[in-house]
């Protein structure tokens, strides 16, 4: 009996402290992760909209297409003045449209 004690008591043992290995493990990376990818940055964003079954899009409002490019997106400012979301560039950055 007492050495299916001892067995049992090791075994035990043997899980706390795979245990705790693991939650060390775990907290350690996911610092390391946190504090490896604290900087985000695009360089830049290619964008290709097509729609399917007949469904047009538009970035303005009036122009309508199947397809949307880049040269689509980043021109829409001259006709619709609204438009202050458009790629983001070295000049302008990305404005929230949306508040509190």
């Not at 007492?2 to 402290?17: A, M, V, Y």
């Not at 245990?19 to 290619?46: E, H």
């Amino acid at each position: 009996m007492k050495k299916q004690d001892k067995k049992k008591k090791r075994k035990l043992l043997f899980g706390i402290l795979m245990a705790v290995f693991t939650g060390f493990i775990l907290t350690a990376s996911t610092y390391a992760w946190f504090t490896a990818n604290n900087t985000v940055t695009v360089s830049q964003i290619d964008v290709n909209v097509a729609s399917q079954n007949g469904l047009q899009v538009s970035v303005d409002g009036d122009n309508w297409k199947t397809v949307i490019s880049n040269d689509d997106i980043t021109g829409a400012s001259t006709t619709y003045l609204g438009a202050v979301n458009q790629l983001p560039t070295k000049t302008n950055s990305m404005v929230p449209v949306s508040t509190i």
